[in-house]
């Protein structure tokens, strides 16, 4: 009996490490961005070697008055369901797709959802626990890097979404907050307010503001696109 029931514990642990996904099952033939590919091993070498192994380095609860804050608005001529609904659905690969950044991709570090996305597979919504992976560039392409955050939250009924620089590669830690507002007249407000820091005092004050709201005006700008090209859809 006491064998049976030691066999029966191994089979378990081996069923739930075997569940359990790994930077190893990431398959770098479908990523194509060479600065990403770095990022996942400055992770390994940072000892985040499975999914689980990922931490935000910013969480919900964090005291945000040590971080530094820039705050932007974007109006969107559409009802705040419609703008939500795109938000939470719209493809990342597509989202993430501009001159300034391209998506690598996307991995889920829930428990019972461990899975790896690419380029051109079904997404579906985003989720708390999502961590993606992105590569930037500016300056005409001169200065690149790679990018990974993980989603905080989801909350539908307060309208919120919030996600969170990673730990172990990153330059800049802290998380950032979409706050969706009714305006009432079939238009609705959204409030992107960032949080960050890092080592570099210049960075910090001068270079991350600058670049940062050209990434954020281009995110929501590719949004605007792609509800308009979704409402087209609609009315054709």
């Known amino acids: 009996m006491k064998k049976i029931t030691c066999f029966i ?14 930077f190893n099952d990431i398959d770098l033939n479908k990523i194509p ?18 999914f689980n192994d990922i931490e935000a380095t910013c969480t919900k609860e964090a005291n945000l ?29 597509q989202v993430y797709n501009s001159s300034r950044f ?10 019972n959802k461990n899975k790896i996305l690419y380029n051109n597979d079904n997404f579906g919504n985003i989720e708390k626990g999502q961590v993606i992976y992105l590569k930037l560039q500016f300056l005409k392409g001169l200065y690149k890097i790679a990018v990974a955050f993980e989603i905080l939250d989801v909350d539908s009924i307060n309208k919120v979404i919030e996600f969170s620089y990673v730990k172990g590669g990153n330059k800049t830690n802290g998380k950032q907050k979409l706050q969706f507002i009714d305006c009432l007249n079939g238009k609705t407000k959204i409030i992107h307010t960032s949080y960050y820091k890092s080592n570099f005092l210049l960075k910090d004050k001068i270079l991350y503001p600058f670049f940062h709201a ?18 087209s859809k609609k009315d054709s």
């Not at 191994?10 to 569940?19: F, G, I, N």
């Not at 820039?70 to 719209?90: A, G, H, M, P, S």
């Not at 050209?214 to 792609?226: A, G, P």
Request: charged share 25%; hydrophobic share 35%; proline share 1%.
């Open 33 to 50: 961005q060479q600065e990403i590919k770095r990022l996942l091993e400055t992770q390994k070498k940072n000892n985040i070697l499975c």
């Open 65 to 93: 008055n040590e971080y530094y804050k820039q705050v932007r608005v974007y109006n969107f001529n559409d009802k705040i369901e419609n703008v939500w609904l795109n938000y939470k659905t719209d493809s990342p690969a």
């Open 214 to 231: 050209k990434i954020t005006n281009e995110f929501h700008k590719n949004i605007k696109r792609l509800i308009f090209k979704n409402n």
């Open 9 to 22: 514990i191994a089979l378990l642990y081996l069923t739930k490490a075997h569940s359990q996904l790994c």
């Open 102 to 111: 391209s998506f690598g991709f996307m991995l889920c570090k829930v428990k």
